[in-house]
């Protein structure tokens, strides 16, 4: 047994994965080549996945201490999945590598050389930074959404970085306990959260390397990675004024809304339709589109499927018919008692929707299991 498992770990390498069984094993070996003459150790979070994950990373703790591994079941996300991972630590430094091996982790030593040294609080392995690469790990819509993300971010960040679209970085770990509090956990991208909630500009240092092309396992970055980066930027634009979900159902709901319009024009070309059953028609279409897409981006981490999706339907149709008819008596109310005119009465009854919609469905449909 190495001299340094019996060591304290001097850094702790966080590893969000969900689907990743046949990574974990040439995670650990690549780890223990990488930092040789490190105390380290290595905390899985796995998301609950179906393929075994979790089973091998325990496979592994048996016979290797610096092992540890955090089963997750009802809660998901790869943000809060590094969360959880680094408040479990007790090193002094703390990094974030994804699970599908296409991050470099021979350059975590010059990442922790340049934390340590103090002048980087975050070191971020970069692909963006002279002698990094990208194009040989990314698909060309996996590029696209990453660089969209990366122009995005730059207009809000407060020191430039190259890479904040970057998963892999490491840092002291009681700043990200200080800054934790502050974070969204939601979505994909923790370091431009962390960045973004600081309170303050970071010093960061870029280690340039490869993205490697993935070997197994499957990708989470898809168009709705890039939605919900966008309610992260958001809700940091806001403040945190309103919760990143509201924000999202609402954004969805004026979705909805455009499509009810869409399919009322199509139905009043229809002969001898009437008006009552064009509007039952759009107003249930954009019901249905709503929650499809609520399910997909609001609560990607609570994504009902199979006979839950079909019962969560159901639900959300009672819920928004709750809804509606509330918008429709307070606005009238509003109107009868000449306590405002049809626009403001009509917000009022709109915004009351929402808000409902939205509290109802987060208790109801989705709520957390």
């Not at 408040?87 to 975590?108: F, K």
């Not at 002048?119 to 996996?142: I, M, Y």
């Not at 989470?220 to 159902?249: C, M, N, Q, Y």
């Not at 709750?322 to 008596?329: E, R, S």
Request: hydrophobic share 50%.
């Amino acid at each position: 047994m190495p001299a340094e498992i019996l060591l304290p770990a001097e850094i702790t390498v966080v590893v969000p994965c969900y689907n990743e069984a046949a990574n974990v094993a040439p995670m650990v070996e690549r780890l223990g080549a990488a930092l040789s003459g490190t105390a380290w150790e290595v905390v899985f979070v796995d998301d609950d996945s179906p393929d075994g994950t979790a089973a091998r990373v325990r496979e592994l703790a048996a016979r290797d201490p610096r092992v540890r591994g955090i089963r997750r079941v009802g809660r998901r996300g790869l943000a809060s999945a590094v969360t959880e991972g680094v408040l479990s630590s007790s090193a002094p430094y703390v990094a974030v590598i994804d699970g599908d091996l296409q991050h470099d982790e021979t350059i975590l030593p010059a990442m922790l050389a340049a934390v340590r040294r103090g002048g980087a609080e975050v070191a971020v392995g970069s692909r963006h930074v002279e002698g990094g690469e990208a194009g040989a790990g990314f698909s060309a819509g996996r590029a696209r959404v990453s660089d969209a993300g990366t122009r995005l971010a730059a207009m809000l960040l407060p020191t430039p970085v190259g890479d904040p679209m970057s998963g892999f970085f490491l840092m002291p770990r009681p700043l990200f306990e200080a800054i934790a509090p502050r974070l969204s956990v939601r979505g994909f991208k923790i370091l431009l959260d962390i960045l973004l909630s600081a309170g303050r500009p970071l010093r960061v240092a870029e280690v340039p390397y490869r993205f490697r092309p993935r070997v197994a396992g499957e990708s989470k970055l898809d168009a709705t990675v890039l939605l919900e980066f966008l309610g992260l930027l958001a809700d940091k634009a806001l403040g945190g004024l309103l919760p990143w979900r509201f924000i999202s159902f609402a954004a969805v709901g004026a979705v909805g809304l455009v499509v009810h319009l869409a399919v009322l024009l199509l139905a009043s070309q229809v002969p001898g339709l009437q008006f009552e059953a064009a509007q039952w028609a759009a107003t249930f279409t954009a019901m249905t589109v709503n929650f499809l897409l609520n399910n997909r981006i609001t609560y990607r981490d609570l994504r009902l499927r199979g006979p839950r999706l079909a019962r969560g339907l159901a639900l959300f149709y009672a819920v928004c018919t709750i809804g509606a008819v509330a918008n429709v008596g307070i606005a009238g109310l509003l109107v009868h008692e000449g306590l405002a005119g049809w626009g403001l009465a009509g917000a009022a009854g709109a915004l009351l929707t929402v808000v409902w919609n939205y509290a109802v469905s987060s208790t109801l449909v989705w709520r957390g299991r």
